[in-house]
């Protein structure tokens, strides 16, 4: 139920170590923001500077148009749900999600009423009376939930929620957050993943962290679709973009790329004359990549490895020198193509061009 | 011989013995007893294992029967049995039980006892608990630690002997080399002295009654209002009317203590032989055992702490609680299991506590304990009767005490 602001926000440890700088971050009211990046990005770092467990070490953060960076994390007016559950073993679900609001010296029926309430939502009513350790993993992450809910945050924090669930009882819980998100539509969510999935299906925008910075913000389909730099184009999507050397040969609206092996390409992402002879890199998905017969192939070659997946086979082609081979994603079953020698267009709408790592679509 | 030498065969000997009894035990239990060939072959691989762990509980299941529980027993007769002149003895029945409960200094040794056993575990485990704590995140926490724990290295003889020398008193016109008497006539009745010897005492005094009073709350609350949700059994409302009298109680006494600390007459500018002073003096003799428990209990609480989820904390620090809340709501009853393994394990020592009174006061003026009254008894008045008697008392304290320690520790580990 409130904006988040995040202005020139930094994290330096005590040693110089400098792990995050320069967040620049407008999260509105009812946004679900997802965090991603690689391990050791600084995403739960920021989630945790965001809940006030490590101090910001420069910039200002605001919540609800408040500067916060010096308020301490009970009164920021969020609620934080733990990788690790975090519940205290010691007390029963009911007094579990009632220790922020006995602390806050409530009255026991508005206690009663708003851990009832929490408890009815998330079907953990049989369990009120049980201790942690008699729960398994997906009810103590419902407790965990719940603790957050009684107190009735303006914002939400999930630091990897699901990591420590199984894979069945993840798309089950998954599922959960996002029908618990759309019964609470005015409060405000910040999730920390490093799972894809979960970023895709639950986010209305995602953030993707790196190099101590942000690489792009949007909603999951434009960091699928249109990617700002090469690091976004690989990291979002699995297995990642394929990306090919070469240099500009044709202007325009549509762009015409000479490649380094051998193929040509045709891109939508207009250019102007002034580009000609530019070295860029073309990137495009292994789903794009359609196979074709005397064609104006963007890529040739031998299939080195056959991954056959059932409802997608992989494909990925022979190296021949390259640090990552080419992988083509094929729908359906194709397990004979093993060997043989195939030829790859793509439409050009598909077709993304970066030079210095950065899209020439965002120019 | 020489001693070294005779240490080196002792060394050899038992070490060669322990060998040779578990190769040839085996060896006759594999080649001679269950021979593993022939038609029972496999019959005899298995009876042979099923005999083997008794082979190696063997050699301790014999050495705890001959020095543990035959004592026991051979206490307990002894304890029904008179020595008559010339070395026999003769059945007397509870006779020695009958003549020890008649005697004063039983009962001194009891009181004294049940002393030594509120407060010493108590404040051992408080006090480690604290250090435990306040050293955890400092840098010379760890220094800190060393010092507190340094006197778990000295006998308790050796302990005594020093807080002998602290309590010393020397007549009034040479120098107090006791600590507490140089300490003592710095106070001469000045407003130094009424602000630490009266304003001090007072406070501390009263805000030890309002903790306790508060604490004797909040034991009796449920049984007027009970908490929704929480269903209690009657042995528990039981244990809460006892505990909140037995609390408010202590409140009461303590709080008269503020009366008493304000206008006792204090022998200003005399020195004091502060191990004369009755019922006092038992409490300068507990301060020896405390001092050096504080450093156990300091060492398992430390690493007990150590063990908590860090994530719960955080979440307490999310969920608006302060630190004094962590600590008491959050980390304390994290580890109560430790505290309460701590507690009775410090509680053992205390009801066995012999060396420190034997050398400080060895009982005079008041201070009697129940292991040095056995020793009086048993090696000084040569009367095994109610020395052994004493014993089984002693036997009798201890043994509820050491299952719960056992039952805590086991649940502990699990």
Known sequence: MA??????????????????????????????????????????????????????????????????????????????VFQSYALYPHMTVRDNMSFALKIAKKSAEEIDAAVNKAAKILQLEPY????????????????????AIVRDPQVYLFDEPLSNLDAALRVATRIEIAQLKEAM???????????????????????????KGIAQVGTPLELYERPENEFVAQFIGSPAMNLLAGEIVGTGAQT??????????????????????????????????????????????????????????????????????????????????????VSLRAVPEKVQIFHNGKSLYYR | MSPALQGLITIFIGVGGCLAYFYGSNIFLDKVLFPAKGIH??????????????????????????????????????????????????????????????????????RNNLLWLLIVPAAATALGLLVAQLTDRIKWGSFAKSLIFMPMAISFVGAAVIFKLIYDARPADQNQIGILNALWLQFDGGFGSVLILRVLPALMFAGFAAVVGYAAYLVGRPIVKPAAHVVEGIALKLLRVVGAVLLSWVAVLSALNVIDSATLAMPYGEQQTWLTIPFWNNFFLMVVLIWIQTGFAM??????????????????????????????????????????????????????????????????????????????????????????????????????ILVWNVYNARKEMR
Request: glycine share 10%.
């Open chain 1, 185 to 211: 539509p005015e409060s405000t969510m910040i999730y920390v993943t490093h799972d894809q999935v979960e970023a895709m299906t639950l986010a209305s925008r995602i953030v993707v962290l790196a190099n």
């Open chain 2, 299 to 400: 060492v398992i609480l430390s690493a007990a702490l150590r063990g908590i989820p860090e994530d719960t904390i955080e979440a307490a620090i999310i969920d608006g609680a302060n630190p004094f809340q962590i600590f008491f709501k959050i980390k304390v009853p994290q580890i109560m299991n430790t505290i309460v393994v701590v507690w009775t394990t410090i509680t053992i020592v205390v009801l066995k506590v012999f060396d420190i009174v034997f050398a400080m006061t060895n009982g005079q003026w008041e201070t009697q304990v129940l292991a040095n009254y056995m020793y009086d008894k048993l090696f000084r008045s040569n009367d095994w009767g109610v020395g052994s008697a004493s014993a089984m008392i002693i036997m009798l304290l201890v043994t509820p």
């Open chain 1, 128 to 147: 009120l009376d049980r201790l942690p350790k008699a729960l398994s993993g997906g009810q103590r992450q419902r407790v965990a939930i719940g603790r």
């Open chain 2, 41 to 110: 072959a496999g019959r005899n691989i298995n009876r042979a294992n099923m005999v083997r762990p008794w082979l190696f509980l063997m050699p301790a299941l014999l050495a705890l029967g001959l020095y543990l529980a035959y004592p026991v027993v051979e206490t307990f007769r002894l304890s029904l049995s008179e020595r008559l002149p010339g070395g026999a003895s003769q059945y007397v029945g509870f006779d020695n039980y009958r003549r020890m409960f008649a005697e004063d200094k039983f009962w001194e040794a009891m």
């Open chain 1, 3 to 80: 904006d988040l602001k995040l202005t020139d926000v930094a994290k330096v440890y005590g040693g110089g170590v400098e792990v995050l700088k320069n967040i620049n971050l407008d999260i509105k009211e009812g946004e679900l923001i997802v965090f991603v990046g690689p391990s050791g990005c600084g995403k739960s770092t920021l989630l945790r500077m965001i809940a006030g467990l490590e101090n910001i070490s420069g910039g200002t953060l605001e919540i609800g148009g408040q500067v916060v960076n010096d308020i301490p994390p009970a009164q920021r007016g969020i609620a934080m």
């Open chain 1, 256 to 341: 015409t790329v000479k490649l380094a092996t051998g193929g040509t390409a045709i891109s939508a992402v207009p250019t102007s004359t002034a580009d000609m002879g530019l070295k860029v890199n073309i990137g495009v998905r292994p789903e794009d990549m359609v196979p074709c017969e005397d064609c104006d192939a963007i890529y040739t070659g031998k299939v080195d490895i056959l991954e056959a997946l059932g409802e997608v086979t992989l494909l990925y082609f022979e190296k021949n020198g390259a640090a990552d081979p080419v992988i083509g994603k094929l729908p359906g079953i194709h397990a004979d193509m093993r060997g043989q020698t």
